[in-house]
């Protein structure tokens, strides 16, 4: 039974989705701030916690200074954020706090669950495929220093290794999977986020920008992950 942290300070709103996280399955974890859900996290109780569902607008510290506490503690838990409102603004700095996904409240019970279904399957175990189930050689390919084992789901770069939250490294393997070609944003959205019907470029663009900060000398000039306007990303490296 997944385990999900729900840090969310309007009781009602929180009460609800516990009520329907629980008759979908899901053990629950609730925080009414976010120091509440981070010394939660450090503790006992947050050994099990497989998800963070994480409302931006929170008393004292707030949603953003929250996810960037949780990527640089646990960075492969997958965070999906609340915001109250549209505001791309807010998505977008969301986002670029290490966000995995985001819904806009009110969220409905089947749109929220969707959402977590597909943030777990994107930590799950990456498939093997094609040219990747061959053998040991095909698994392990070095990309002028950058090293991408698809079997054990590690990259390092120049021998150091790169922690890398499992969308990051989702959209990495798509890329790599077949460089120098292509992929819009939509295809990266129905692959890794599993959007085929409610799609977003900011999340695309703002997994590119984390994952650039991890594996590009210079982000501003990548090498590796190579921006093609008007169409998509492309696996280098130049």
Known sequence: MPHVLLIEDDASVRDG???VLRRHGYGVETAATGEQALALLAGERGARV?????????????GFEVCRRIRAWAPKLPVIMLTARGDDRDIVTGLEAGADDYVV??????VLEARIRAALRRAEPY??????????????TDHA?????????????HGAALALPPT????????????????????LLASVWDHN??????????AVGRLRAKIEDVPARPR????????????GPL
């Open 17 to 19: 989705m516990e009520l």
């Open 50 to 62: 497989e998800l963070a569902v994480l409302d931006l607008m929170l008393p004292g510290m707030d």
């Open 105 to 110: 409240k009110p969220v409905t019970a089947p």
């Open 127 to 140: 498939p093997r495929q094609g040219a990747d189930a061959q053998g040991p050689d095909a698994d392990r």
């Open 145 to 157: 220093g950058l090293v991408i084992d698809r079997a054990g789901l590690t990259v390092t770069k």
């Open 168 to 187: 990051e490294l989702r959209v990495l393997l798509e890329l790599s999977a077949s460089p120098g070609r292509v992929l819009t944003r939509d295809q």
């Open 197 to 206: 019907f409610l799609g977003d470029s900011r999340l695309v663009d703002a």
């Open 224 to 235: 590796y992950v190579q921006t093609v306007r008007g169409f998509g990303y492309r696996f």
